[in-house]
């Protein structure tokens, strides 16, 4: 069991480190999401970097999106609510101080937290991971992840492949340990987990149909599956298959049906503008956006080929040794 006032000990504690992965998280999602954005400077001041931290955490009323799925992450980090007769399922719980607004947003929605029967993630890290070791623990959900996350979900996010020791989070059992493809069904309702790595090992691409007004959609909760902007395909030594993943990757996000455009980060898909438009009556519903989809796709493709090419012209200029 972990106290708030452990967790929130924990966040002032890492608050530069997540300040950190935020800032550069920022940049890179921005860069694979909709809107153009230039990545934040190198050196920008702390101050900044703990101010993009705050906006990416900013609150965001829980909402409906379509069929049996619900909005209830922040303004920037995304977290669904997948409800089912048998209960529901949560997908992602943001940052460990995060987790009493996911709780709230499911409450505000008319949903129990001891309803919450499952737990997924889209991948190990602070921001998205962050908080599961709380919702856990205030729901009683099962937690069910791929065997590639599950050892940094349960190590606390250390010896992460980008990150190193530096953006730790609460340590959590996973209860459940699944495999790319493996789908998990509640109340009639399945997902399926799509091992798209490269930003961690385990990153995961959920998807599943669900029925609106009478017809059936292909849902797509992207996780971050592009290059960082200035980043290598070679690896480092705690992830040398990284280039190897990534090409997998490159080859299994074209062949996703999407209708239904989601993601692990607001910035993917336009959160808010859709949002609005929903709001005011928009008929189709924005969310149903496979254009957007395919041009998510593609964007990620064009980081891949950028990332090939600096990788092939630093390495026909590498001076001789
Ligand atoms: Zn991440």
């Known amino acids: 069991m972990i106290s ?3 967790l929130a000990a924990l966040a002032i504690l890492t608050a530069v480190a997540l300040a950190m992965v935020v800032a550069v998280a920022a940049g890179a999602h921005a860069q694979a999401g909709a809107p153009a954005a230039n990545p934040p400077a190198q050196n920008s001041g702390m101050p900044n970097l703990a101010q993009s931290a705050a906006a990416m955490k900013e609150p ?4 409906h999106i379509i069929g049996n799925i619900n909005y209830v992450g922040s303004k920037g980090i995304s977290c669904y609510l997948i409800t089912t007769p048998a209960g529901e399922i949560l997908l992602d719980t ?5 987790a009493e607004q996911i709780e709230g947003n499911i409450q505000k929605l008319g949903y129990k937290l001891s309803d919450v029967k499952i737990i997924i993630d889209s991948h190990s890290h602070i921001d998205h991971a962050g908080g599961i070791a709380a919702v856990k623990s205030a729901t009683g959900a099962k937690l069910m992840s791929v065997a590639e996350d599950a050892v940094y979900l349960e190590n606390g996010g ?32 399945t997902l399926t987990p799509h091992l798209t790595p490269g930003h961690t090992p385990g990153n995961t691409t959920w998807t599943m149909v669900t029925e609106d007004k009478g017809k059936s959609y ?19 030594p705690s992830y040398p298959n990284m280039g190897a993943d990534m090409a997998k990757t490159m080859k299994v996000i074209p062949t996703i049906k999407c209708d ?5 980060n607001s910035s993917f898909f336009n959160l808010e503008q859709k949002h609005d438009a929903l709001m005011k009556g928009a008929d189709p519903n924005p969310f149903i956006d496979p254009q957007g989809c395919k041009e998510f796709v593609e964007r990620a493709q064009a980081s891949y080929q950028q990332a090939l090419q600096r990788d092939q012209a630093a390495a026909t200029t590498a001076p001789v040794k």
């Open 4 to 6: 708030r006032k452990s």
């Open 60 to 63: 965001f009323p829980p909402f």
């Open 218 to 236: 292909n849902v797509v909760f992207w996780v971050f599956v592009s290059v960082f902007p200035n980043a290598s395909l070679k690896g480092t």
């Open 158 to 189: 250390h010896n992460d492949v980008l990150f190193g020791d530096r953006n730790p989070f609460p340590a959590v059992k996973v209860d459940r340990i699944l495999h790319d493809g493996e789908s998990i069904t509640l109340g009639g309702v």
């Open 94 to 98: 943001g940052y460990p101080d995060m």
């Open 260 to 264: 239904v455009f989601l993601g692990s």
